[in-house]
């Protein structure tokens, strides 16, 4: 049985992806994923077929169910999008995770949600198009010496920026996107990044993802570094409360990642930074069992 694994051009291997693109500095990403699931998916009697998310419909017509992997553009396009998740849902084929729960979590306001629902969040002002005065306005909001501004439909801290009192934007600057403001918090580069990987409801594995020196973004193209860690009960139970509080049913996967609140009064709780279920690197290199858990899972669903 086949299952898809959808990517983007610059994402997919160099036999496979459009002509003339180039792929990403973090490409490599999206091969130890794959290599991590194809053997994995083997055993289970699963063919796992990379294919671009834009590609014809007639292309699925042998895909019984696909994962949304690399498709790392489509903050770029996210009406194309959703309307292509549709159309294969509607055509029969499963799309893990649902187009429901895709456009929910496409657009970071549902941290809105989630605060709404008991989560613990970073404090954060929206924008339609954050400009010179936004910035300045929330560097005294916040009390804080520097803020990040970040899409509000975004992915890999592309088109990110960070300011402070120091380092403003020019007074005719506008983001040019709809977008969230945050404190910066000194725990990315202390602690770093906790992530926590979860397939069907179920715990995986976690990562802590710390920056390189005199950088703020955790990511591989930026010089961030990911390590294995066993974490407390208590850290796994802020996770799957964070999970657990997503709309409809249980997603096949998702990563959510945290950060240790350094406020007055976070007495070092976790916060969540995001909910990943659209197209998360899952860690394969830190969570060996990700194949047969991600192979048993789809199973279980088909």
Known sequence: MKIGFLACPETMPAAGTSSGVERRGDAFEHDLQVDALRPAFAAAGLELIEIEWRAPLDQFADIRLVLIGTSWDYQDYPDEFLIKLEALQSVGVIVCNSPELIR??????????LERRGTRTIPTLWSDDPDYGDVTRALAHFKSDKVVVKRQTGAGALGQHIFDKESLPDEDWQMGHKAMIQPFLAA???EGELSFVFIDGAFSHAIQKTTAKDEYRIQSLYG???????PSDDDIAAALSVLQALPGDTPLYARIDMLRADTEDSDGALVVMEAEAIEPFLYPVQGPELGKRMADAIIARL
């Open 104 to 113: 929910w979590n496409i657009d970071k306001s549902y941290l809105k949600e």
């Open 188 to 190: 990315i580069q202390d």
């Open 224 to 230: 961030g570094q990911e390590t294995a860690i066993t």
